[in-house]
């Protein structure tokens, strides 16, 4: 499961960096707070863009949502599994649907 996550976030950091490019404001400190980096815990990991959190994914199902705030899960943002990740676009500030 840490492949997937690792994978993940690779996958976020390489969008949220495009879409700076794309907008021209890829200076170095806005390239620098949208690598994305993980936190392994017993029943979640936390997926954090720069110095915020922003994801959830729950370590028994695999499934990906946001974030009410730190360490507090919004079911009601859903991101798909991570199985799924690649049918959504992850740089802009919540995922989409491709």
């Not at 170095?28 to 954090?48: F, G, M």
């Not at 705030?69 to 919540?94: C, K, M, P, S, V």
Request: glycine fraction near 10%; charge should be positive; aromatic fraction near 14%.
């Amino acid at each position: 499961m840490e492949d997937k996550i690792i994978e993940l976030c690779n996958l976020i950091t390489k969008e949220q960096q495009e879409r700076l490019r794309i907008t021209k404001l890829d200076c170095e400190a806005n390239l620098k707070y949208a690598l994305t980096s993980y936190i392994i815990n017993r029943k979640y990991t936390y997926i954090n863009i720069g110095t915020s959190g922003r994801y959830m994914i729950d370590n028994t199902s695999g499934e990906i949502y946001g974030i009410k705030g730190y360490g507090a899960i919004h079911r009601g943002h859903f991101f798909g599994t991570l199985e799924t990740i690649n049918q959504y676009y992850w740089g802009d500030y919540r995922a989409y649907k491709k």
